[in-house]
C-alpha cells in the first residue's frame, strides 16, 4: 500500500442527478486499484448522525424552516470532520467525500437565500478551518439531472423543486468563477471517461500547483513516500 506523507482531501460537487455519487465511486476503486490508502466518504450520511440527518432533510416529513435544515448539515458536517475527516488526515489517507461545504453555500445560501457570509463562517467553524485540497465540480444541465432523477424514482426534497435547483446550479457557478482550487468537469460524460478525466485532471493540478511534489494519481515521487 502506497502511503502519502500526509492526507488529502478532495471533495465533490453538484447538483442532484449530476452524477458526483457515481463519480466519487469510480474514483474510489481507481485509487485502490494504484494502491493508495484511500477512503470514500459523504455528506450527510457517513456517520451514525449523519444517517439521521440525511433522513430527516431528504424527505423532509418534518417540516423544516431553512436556518434548522441548514443547521442539521452543519451538525453532521462536524460530527463527520471529528469522525472521519481529521482521523483519516492524521493517518495520511486520500479522502474522496461526495459533498462538503460548498454544497451549503450552493444549495442553503443559493437556493434557500440563506446568509452567505453566516454559511461560511459556520461552515469554517465546523471543519476546524480545514479546506479541501482539490474540489471537483461536475457540471451539467438541470434538466438532463432532473431527468436522470426521474428515471431513478423515488426523488428528494431537492429533486421535485425544479426551479430552485436552477438556483443551486448557478450557486455552483458563481462559487467556482474564479477559484483554483476546482477542477470542473461535465456530467454529460460517460462514467468511464469521467473518472479518466478526473484522475488525469487531478494529477495534472497537482503537479501545476503544488511543484516538485509529484504525489497524483499516477506517478508518485518517492519523497513524499513513508
Known amino acids: 500500500m502506497e502511503k502519502l506523507t500526509r492526507g488529502i482531501l478532495i471533495a465533490l460537487e453538484g447538483i442532484d442527478g449530476s452524477g458526483k455519487s457515481t463519480l466519487a465511486n469510480n474514483l474510489y476503486t481507481a485509487l485502490q486499484e494504484k494502491n493508495f490508502d484511500a477512503i470514500l466518504t459523504k455528506e450527510p450520511g457517513a456517520t451514525a448522525l449523519g444517517k439521521k440527518v440525511r433522513e ?38 486520500i479522502i474522496i467525500s461526495d459533498r462538503m461545504g460548498d454544497s451549503s453555500l450552493a444549495y442553503q445560501g443559493y437556493g434557500n437565500k440563506l446568509d452567505h457570509t453566516m454559511i461560511h463562517t459556520i461552515n469554517r467553524w465546523t471543519m476546524s478551518n480545514i479546506t479541501p485540497d482539490i474540489t471537483i465540480f461536475v457540471r451539467i444541465p438541470v434538466e438532463i439531472a432532473l431527468q436522470r432523477a426521474k428515471n431513478r424514482g423515488n426523488l428528494s426534497a431537492y429533486e421535485k423543486r425544479e426551479a430552485f435547483l436552477h438556483d443551486v446550479a448557478h450557486g455552483f457557478e458563481e462559487l467556482y468563477k474564479n477559484r483554483n482550487d476546482v477542477i470542473i468537469v461535465n456530467g454529460i460524460e460517460s462514467p468511464e471517461s469521467l473518472t479518466n478525466h478526473v484522475c488525469t485532471a487531478i494529477e495534472q493540478w497537482i503537479q501545476k500547483t503544488l511543484p516538485p511534489h509529484n504525489y497524483g494519481l499516477g506517478t508518485i515521487n518517492k519523497q513524499l513516500l513513508k
Not at 436556518?67 to 458536517?77: H, I, T, V
Request: net charge negative; proline share 8%.
Open 56 to 93: 430527516i432533510v431528504h424527505h423532509q416529513d418534518i417540516p423544516l424552516c431553512t436556518p434548522a435544515e441548514y443547521l442539521l448539515f452543519a451538525a453532521d458536517r462536524a460530527q463527520h470532520f471529528a469522525e472521519v475527516i481529521i482521523p483519516s488526515l492524521a493517518q495520511k489517507k
